[in-house]
């Protein structure tokens, strides 16, 4: 099955301040992959920016144009983690659109990761939150819900509980949100009990998780909880929130993932893909 990274250079121009998101994190994941003999055998796609009108699917206008605002000027920190930079805005909304390519590389027969900065699974739709500005996989959901899709359903494995997802779709049935999280982290949230509410009852499956969680406990989630879940709501699209910063030498986080265990993610995400109308899981970078 052919595979593409999505990834822009500009990426690198989103400042954070100094902040451990920093401008090389997504460049140095291609400078990688460009060392291996995996490198020849993906498609690299470039991105262009998300619409207005795009992001406005999750986010209110007064928000997009305040973190315009924040952007014109020298530089500012709308939250103790989140860093507005001159070019952040423009990053933004790059960030948005790689994600949002996905959907041309699930007709082009292709498994895409969106290698996008900032991140997203923290933004609200109202606030920036913990280094993220715009909920890149909260608006490509809404876009595929808008195109005429029924069913979609986000798998977090993140570090962090990805609150600003679950907010955008805690009342929604459309929608089901897994979040796998180390409990108790920022930002606080993502309790077992939160499942949703009114007709959106039931369809977000919060996972807490102990610190030290390794391979083998996601693999047991995965199997006993998520993927009976996934199979009985049958999505017609699996999107995949893969924060890195459950590896066992993240700095952020206390978790003992190796890459053999976000191999074996990966592959179950792959598995339980719907057949149509993509047939391939989509997956976004978070954190780590």
């Not at 082009?108 to 606030?127: E, Q, S, T």
Request: with cysteine.
């Amino acid at each position: 099955m052919d595979a593409s990274v999505i990834w822009h250079e500009a990426y690198d121009e989103h400042d954070t301040g100094g902040h451990i998101e920093g401008g090389d994190r997504a460049r140095a994941v291609v400078d990688h992959l460009k060392a291996t003999d995996l490198w020849p055998r993906l498609t690299l796609t470039t991105p262009t920016p998300a619409t207005v009108e795009e992001v406005a699917r999750v986010h209110g206008a007064d928000y997009i144009a305040s973190v315009e605002r924040a952007a014109a000027g020298r530089g500012t920190w709308l939250d103790a983690d989140t860093f507005v930079s001159s070019r952040s805005y423009e990053i933004a909304l790059l960030a948005v659109g790689g994600t949002l390519a996905m959907a041309d590389e699930w007709r082009l027969g292709r498994v895409p990761f969106a290698l996008v900065r900032p991140p997203g699974h923290h933004a609200l739709p109202d606030r920036a939150m913990g280094f993220c500005l715009f909920n890149n996989v909260a608006i490509l959901a809404r876009t595929l819900l808008a195109q005429g899709l029924e069913r979609v359903a986000i798998i977090d494995w993140d570090v962090h509980h990805g609150n600003g997802t679950q907010a955008a779709f805690y009342d929604d049935p459309q929608v089901l949100f897994f979040s796998l999280h180390q409990w108790p982290l920022y930002p606080g949230s993502g309790w077992f009990t939160e499942t949703g509410e009114g007709v959106g009852e039931g369809f977000t499956v919060n996972v807490p998780l102990p610190s030290g969680t390794g391979d083998g406990d996601y693999a047991l989630a995965f199997e006993r909880l998520i993927e009976p879940i996934v199979d009985r709501f049958a999505p017609q699209v699996l999107l995949v929130s893969a924060g890195q910063d459950i590896h066992v030498v993240d700095p952020l986080g206390s978790m003992s993932v190796t890459e053999a265990g976000f191999g074996h993610m990966a592959w179950r995400a792959g598995e339980n893909a719907p057949p149509h109308p993509t047939g391939r899981p989509g997956v976004v970078l978070e954190g780590g």
